[in-house]
């Protein structure tokens, strides 16, 4: 009997030392509770995103975009759905001359209350410049910006830069209020941003919560707030939506949206492109048509339905549908070489597993250029210890898949890192003097439809080489519970949630 | 000369104890360190440049450009070389402070133990299950036992072996998307409460209880022949607490490889915690060594490292407790099974089922793609169904066979040799033992790499590297109890020197059930295998290696069952064969003459010496001591060996 009463004292005084080892920030209850009493005035959203802030929610790396995603964040600009720069905390802006640009700010508040100043805008950018690493939208960029006058901002550039505005939509050239930078060393939009939601908690790498911004100057958003939860694993992922415990999953898996019922996966297009990169430099694909000869086995639409299960569209060019302008501006490459026979070549075909579709694809491809006569060892590892020995040029051919829209917003400085003799991404190991002119032309042009055309035409210049052959335009799955509304599905993957975001 | 010799025997136990204590100590001191160093050591052994990995974990998109990973260089004070980035983590940890993390710039102390204690409560919750499972298991041996009737019983096992041959993802999977998602019974995802705990405790805990159960079932039958046994039996002692003293005279040799699965459930569950979403110390130092974060990786270590030890030194103390006074007089008997079990079909029959399997898949093309007749089911075309690719399933688990098995069974084999060379340097190997296994496998392939490069021979020199460690708990756990039977007293008594005693004593005792612990764990080593795939070591696809054939259909686990059950039906299969056949292994014993008495003591001497003479463990442990009748095997062994 006393033995009894001792264990139940026990197990009393263990339960609060068990109750430390799991994750707090999930209690079912409370989070009930607080649904119900946000039912008035709009409930909270549950998302499940899939990447876990790596930087403890730095702006100036990948985290960025999980900030603009929830709504925490915004820049002076952001993109439209054509891909060009609409206002955002700027209300308009022009161009001065070649160097700077004169950008108006709008009323707005910070989250902790202060006021949007064209000198906090200021101070912000040239926070963002001195970050070390430096963020992606400002690498090889000289840029200072000054407060000019009560509402606006000047924003100078070393180098003359067409594209600025679309720079400035990067996330991770955010405005952020004073109190985010005073600590030395890191900066925390912990209640410091302009968006409509407010990161209020951040639980590790595991969950954060969000309330709603009151004196958003959009208007206030529908949700009384959001309670995210990272998690990694795709099928998890899925199974939280299933399971009714996330409202939004973010980035379904093509192997799970099966699983999803009718009307409850969302296809997006997206700017990522699967490609096959041919090694020009060094192997048997420095023979141009060896490379011919590889780019006519392939059946793009057996990937696209295949493997992706028709999660995708097949390859058309370095740009895919996402872009909505650049599919009525394809120029078709002239000038190809011939293709001649591989009689039993062997290649070595590399990609990697963090994307559990590419091994498919790269077992699919292989069928198919053996079939043309190829012979194809395949090597799959993860992607970081890949990565240099591609940049080496150890592996013949390597399908990777890849964001074609990158911070810079601006598609002509993808062309230029991948596919020119100085590019600095350059996995191809191409260097073509007709499309480095056809790079540089683009990249000179100012004129937002002429600078697409020329973008165009270097993407044909470039394919006329066949070092990249376009596989597959995937399209991203984003799961949606049947009475969410709102849901900003974005082609450049930065927004999720926004102020029409309901449940 | 009874009492004299144990006085003595005390005497040198206390002295041994202190020296070899301290020994012990020492080297598992120098073991932490060397493992410490060599992850500071490791991105510089492998060249993989950290700047790179590191980037690539914070930004996968983020391209590798020489400024931005000189700037991460810079901010993480890589120049300084490896020597002193380790001096300075050593120095800091000194006041507490593990550093903070390469990639998020957190403190890793805070998050390591937040992820220690959930992994914590994880295996706790595991191993409760682990006990039922192995309880359940045992049932049968206990109740048949307890009422004396195990003479004539046929020895099972298949069961558990099937179970032990489970990987824990498919367990995971089919729980998380039956129980969690279809019947929404139990949450699938999160780890807040204890409603939350009972998916994965049973996903990890049932392949684990079943290998301690299928190795507690494989020592009960010798327990309840014993002569102590007997008596109580013959006393009128209820057959439940024979039961219980039979459970406690088994459970000792069990304890060093329960210590081991509370360590590895801890360190090792990746797939468990990311199926359920669990923060982990498993994912944790997963991502921290494949990104090369150096602080949080040594720090996750450490505190697996620290684990384990006490882990080791609980074990040590519960089988000193439980059998103590025994070991220290050495009044135990060797727990031989009564009776050969009698020929078998069963074995026969898992093997013509394996082989018609290989058989009949043999003349298909196991590479030959169809992406339009994807995931389909089984049929007349495809018995076994379709894989995402459209590749017969059947076709590739045919010809996946010989690989798998050959690599499987060599590395098992290697395991088991090296296993019972160490288990019997016990001082030596057992702190080698709680280190090789508090290692996260991801990180002993990384060190393998880093030592061996990354050749061919690398991935099974890396399973290999780790898989040894439980047979030699096991083994040491049983040459201790040998060592400590009456009947190697007698044959110590009567003249017969180390190399006879482990040649024909205590090698022939131990040898069996160590073999059958190791074919138990062959099917876990050909997923090992495949598990290492993505640092680009071992099977690479579309070799239809079986490891790899699991590993690529997990994510249709849900929509093509079939493509992830067939492989692991074959495994499960594979496991039931080995277990099963091994039953039928008896290791010959030899007549031969022992040489004229001279030097009795053993170079190496029992080991877990009780410095305390007080008796704790009451009423068995005075029955084994006092049990004098030698029926059946003990007096057979006495009668075999002497002069």
New interface residues.
């Given amino acids: 009997m006393r033995s009894v009463r001792h264990r139940l004292l026990a197990g009393l005084l263990l339960s609060p030392l068990?109750?430390?080892?799991?994750?707090s920030g999930?209690?079912?209850s409370s989070a009930d509770a607080d649904a119900d009493a946000g039912s008035a005035d709009g409930s909270r959203l549950r998302v499940a995103l899939a990447f876990p802030?790596?930087?403890?929610f730095?702006p100036y790396?990948?985290d960025a975009t999980l900030l603009s995603r929830l709504g925490v964040t915004e820049g002076l600009t952001r993109l439209d759905a054509n891909g060009s720069a609409a206002p955002a905390l700027a209300e308009s802006w022009k161009r001065e001359n070649d160097r700077s640009w004169l950008f108006t700010v709008r009323e707005a508040t910070f989250q902790d209350g202060t006021d949007v100043t064209p000198s906090s805008v200021a101070a912000s950018l040239a926070h963002a410049t001195r970050a070390?690493?430096?963020p992606?939208a400002l690498?090889g960029v000289t840029l200072t910006a000054k407060a000019a006058g009560d509402r606006q901002v000047r924003v100078t550039t070393a180098e003359p830069d067409p594209v600025l505005p679309l720079r400035l939509s990067s996330p991770s050239l955010a405005v952020l209020s004073a109190k985010a930078y005073e600590t030395k060393g890191?900066t925390s939009p912990v209640g410091t941003a302009t968006g409509p939601f407010e990161l209020t908690e951040v639980n590790?790498?595991?969950a954060a919560t969000l309330d709603r911004f009151d004196d958003y100057w959009g208007g206030r958003a529908q949700a009384a707030g959001i309670d995210a939860?990272f998690?990694?694993?795709?099928?998890?992922r899925t199974?939280?939506l299933?399971?009714g415990?996330a409202d939004i999953a973010e980035a379904v898996?093509v192997?799970?949206a099966?699983?999803l019922d009718e009307g409850i996966g969302r296809e997006t297009a997206t700017t990522r492109t699967t490609s096959l990169l041919l090694n020009t430099a060094s192997g048997p694909f420095a023979d141009a048509r060896l490379r011919a000869a590889a780019r006519e086995a392939i059946d793009t639409s057996?990937?696209a339905?295949?493997?992706y299960e028709g999660h995708a569209d097949p390859g058309e060019g370095i740009f895919g549908p996402a872009l909505t302008w650049a599919d009525g501006k394809r120029v078709t490459p002239s000038g190809r070489a011939r293709a001649t026979e591989p009689r039993g070549t062997s290649i070595t075909l590399a990609t990697y597993?963090?994307r559990?579709e590419l091994?498919?694809a790269?077992?699919?491809l292989?069928?198919q250029l053996e079939k043309a006569g190829f012979s194809v060892k395949?090597?799959?590892?993860?992607?970081?210890?890949?990565?240099?020995d591609v940049?080496a040029g150890k592996f013949d051919a390597f399908v990777s898949a890849r964001?074609t829209m990158?911070d810079t917003g601006d598609p002509v400085s993808i062309l230029a890192?991948d596919y020119t003799c100085d590019g600095?991404?350059n996995l191809a190991l191409l260097c073509d003097k007709q499309a480095d002119q056809a790079v540089a032309r683009a990249e000179s042009v100012a004129d937002s439809a002429k600078r697409q055309d020329a973008t165009m035409a270097a993407e044909a210049a470039i394919l006329r080489t066949d070092a990249v052959v376009p596989l597959v335009h995937q399209r991203i799955i984003t799961g949606v519970a049947a009475d969410v509304r709102g849901v900003l599905l974005d082609p450049y993957e930065r927004t999720l949630v926004g102020t029409g975001t309901r449940r | 000369m009874r009492i004299r010799d144990e006085t003595m025997g005390r005497r040198k136990a206390l002295g041994l104890f202190s020296r070899s204590g301290a020994a012990v100590l020492i080297w598992r001191i120098v073991l932490v360190a060397v493992l410490v160093c060599g992850i500071g050591l490791l991105p510089w052994l492998t060249r993989?440049?950290p700047a790179?990995?590191v980037?690539?974990?914070?930004?996968?998109?983020?391209?590798?450009?020489p400024?931005?990973l000189a700037?991460?260089r810079?901010?993480l004070g890589l120049d300084a070389g490896p020597l002193r980035l380790l001096g300075q983590w050593l120095g800091g940890l000194l006041h507490g402070d593990a550093g903070r993390s390469w990639?998020?710039?957190?403190e890793v102390l805070p998050?390591v133990l937040?992820a220690l204690?959930?992994s914590?409560?994880l295996m706790a919750a595991a191993l409760a299950v682990a006990g039922v499972t192995a309880g359940v298991l045992c049932a049968r041996t206990l109740l048949l036992g307890s009422g004396g009737r195990l003479a004539g019983r046929r020895p099972g096992g298949s069961g558990a072996a099937l179970l032990a041959a489970l990987p824990e993802f498919l367990i995971a999977?089919v729980l998380?998307?039956v129980v969690?998602?279809q019947l929404?019974w139990l949450?699938?995802?999160?780890?807040?409460?204890?409603q939350?705990m009972l998916l994965p405790a049973l996903s990890l805990g049932l392949p684990a209880g079943a290998v301690l159960g299928r190795m507690l079932d494989d020592l009960l039958p010798g327990a309840f022949a014993e002569p102590w046994a007997l008596a109580a039996a013959a006393r009128g002692l209820p057959g439940r607490s024979i039961a219980r003293q039979a459970l406690r005279r088994c459970v000792p040799g069990l304890l060093p490889n329960l210590g081991l699965f509370v360590v590895g459930l801890t360190g090792g569950a990746v797939a468990v915690e990311?199926?359920?979403?669990i923060?982990g110390l498993g994912r944790a130092t997963l991502q921290a060594a494949?990104?090369q974060d150096l602080p949080v990786l040594q720090a996750g270590t450490l505190a697996l490292l620290l684990l384990a030890a006490t882990t080791a030194g609980l074990a040590r103390l519960a089988a000193r407790l439980l059998i103590g006074p025994a070991l220290r007089d050495g009044a135990l008997h060797s727990l031989h099974r009564p009776s050969p079990p009698g020929r078998r079909v069963q074995p026969l029959l898992y093997g013509a089922a394996l082989l018609a399997v290989i058989a009949l898949g043999l003349p298909r093309d196991p590479?030959?793609?169809d992406?339009?007749a994807?995931l389909q089911p089984p049929s007349a075309t495809h018995p076994f169904g379709t894989d995402?690719?459209?590749r017969d399933v059947l076709a590739r688990i045919a010809h996946g066979a010989l690989d798998t098995l050959t690599l499987a069974v060599a590395i098992s084999a290697a395991a088991l040799l090296t296993g019972v060379l160490l288990g019997c340097l016990p001082r030596f190997s057992g702190p080698l033992v709680d280190t090789v296994n508090a290692v996260p496998p991801v990180l002993a392939a990384l060190l393998v790499t880093a030592v061996t490069g990354s050749g061919s021979a690398t991935p099974a020199l890396a399973v290999a590297a780790v898989a040894w460690a439980p047979l030699a708990a096991h083994t040491s756990a049983l040459l201790q109890q040998e060592r400590a039977t009456t009947h190697l007293l007698a044959t110590r008594g009567l003249g017969a020197r180390p190399p006879h005693l482990l040649r024909y004593e205590l090698l022939p005792a131990v040898l069996p059930p160590v073999t059958r612990h190791a074919l138990l764990r062959l099917p876990g080593t050909a997923l090992a295998l495949a598990a290492l795939?993505?640092?680009?070591l071992g099977a690479?696809?579309?070799s239809p290696e079986w490891g790899l054939l699991l590993a690529?259909n997990q994510?249709?686990a849900?929509?093509a069952p079939w493509a992830v059950l067939a492989p692991a039906a074959v495994l499960a299969l594979l496991g039931a064969l080995a277990v099963t056949a091994a039953d039928g292994v008896r290791w010959p014993r030899r007549h031969r003459r022992t040489r004229p008495a001279r030097e009795r003591r053993p170079d190496i001497g029992p080991p877990g010496h009780d410095p305390l003479p007080e008796r704790k463990a009451s009423e068995p442990a005075q029955r084994h001591v006092g049990a004098t009748p030698q029926p059946r095997q003990e007096a057979a062994t006495v009668r075999e060996s002497s002069p």
């Fill in positions: 068990l109750s430390g080892c799991f994750a999930g209690d079912a802030p790596a930087e403890g730095s790396g990948a070390k690493p430096v992606a690498a890191t590790g790498t595991t939860k998690i990694a694993d795709g099928t998890a199974n939280a299933r399971t415990e898996p192997s799970q099966a699983s057996a990937l339905k295949g493997v597993d963090n559990p091994p498919e790269a077992q699919v292989k069928q395949l090597e799959v590892r993860e992607y970081a210890r890949l990565e240099s940049l964001n990158l890192g600095g991404y | 993989t440049d790179l990995t980037l690539k974990a914070r930004s996968a998109e983020r391209d590798p450009t400024d931005v700037a991460i810079d901010e990639i998020s710039g957190a998050s937040q204690g959930a914590l409560s999977s998380a998307t969690g998602v929404g949450p699938a995802l999160g780890w807040y409460g204890p939350w990311q199926i359920f979403d923060p494949v990104a590479l030959a793609l992406t339009t994807r995402a690719l459209g795939g993505f640092l680009g690479q696809p579309p690529e994510p249709y849900e929509r």
